[in-house]
């Protein structure tokens, strides 16, 4: 069987033991993985992977030292404005979802320029997860569904999955068929909870600025031999 691959999601974990296992700052780990961001991204557009969503960032994220948390904000200034035309050249649409509001404006300025500069791009999308929270994504969903209801645009009766899905800040986008966590871990951290519920997982113990399109073609080909019975027998 040789299943085609539409979604990768991958939580990018690792940056920081890559760079102290060095005996180098954590900002280190983060700009290499950074770099590694645009070679996975191309890798998987040449696999035929039609979508690929990176979690960049969590809503938790926030939570760690200001200055850890200030030198990523500084290192996404500076790749979204210079590393990103790269994947535009490569015909790679980018989209970003998440807590904007969370961010500096000057970033949210950025994220919606690329948004803006790459829509027509249709060879893949990157989707990046940028102070993203999967409870907050469907926290806001429940909102929206529940704020139509009481203005009588929407009847109770009528919501189903797909209306959820169709909400949520992924609407449009397949769910992911593989989702790939590097550096050991094995926890979603709040990642795409909903869309994630058939997918398929893949937990390397490869530290993210170390992890090689040769890996992620490794991962590609165990998948296609894997059997998804989706509840059925
Ligand atoms: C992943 O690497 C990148 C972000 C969460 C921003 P970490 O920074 O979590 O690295 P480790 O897990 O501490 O090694
Ligand atoms: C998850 O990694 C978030 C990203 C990779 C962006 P973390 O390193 O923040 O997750 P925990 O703290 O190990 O669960
Ligand atoms: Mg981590």
């Not at 807590?99 to 249709?122: C, G, H, P, V, W």
């Not at 797909?162 to 979603?188: A, F």
Request: include cysteine; charge should be neutral.
């Amino acid at each position: 069987m040789n299943e085609p691959v539409k979604h990768i999601a991958i939580i990018m974990d690792g940056n920081g033991r890559w760079a102290t296992k060095r005996g180098l700052p954590r900002t280190a780990g983060h700009k290499r993985g950074a770099e590694v961001v645009i070679d996975i991204s191309k890798a998987a557009k040449e696999a035929g992977v039609k979508y690929l969503t990176l979690y960049a960032f969590s809503t938790e994220n926030w939570k760690r030292p200001k200055d850890e948390v200030d030198t990523l904000m500084n290192l996404l200034r500076q790749y979204l404005s210079e590393n990103f035309e790269e994947l535009n050249k490569n015909d790679i649409r980018i989209c970003f979802i998440g807590e904007r509001e969370m961010l500096a404006s000057d970033i949210i300025e950025k994220m919606q320029y690329l948004e803006e500069k790459t829509k027509n791009n249709s060879s893949a999308t990157l989707q990046i997860a940028l102070s993203y929270g999967s409870r907050a994504e469907i926290t806001n969903t429940v909102k929206k569904i529940a704020q139509k209801v009481k203005n009588g645009d929407m009847s109770l009766e009528s919501i189903d999955e797909k209306t959820i899905s169709d909400m949520l800040y992924t609407k449009g986008i397949p769910d992911p068929d593989i989702l790939i966590r590097t550096s050991g871990e094995q926890r979603l951290s709040n990642y795409l909870l909903w869309q994630l519920a058939y997918s398929e997982f893949f937990f390397t113990p490869t530290y993210w600025p170390d992890f090689t399109k040769e890996e992620l073609y490794e991962i590609i080909k165990t998948y296609q031999s894997r059997e998804r019975r989706y509840g059925k027998i």
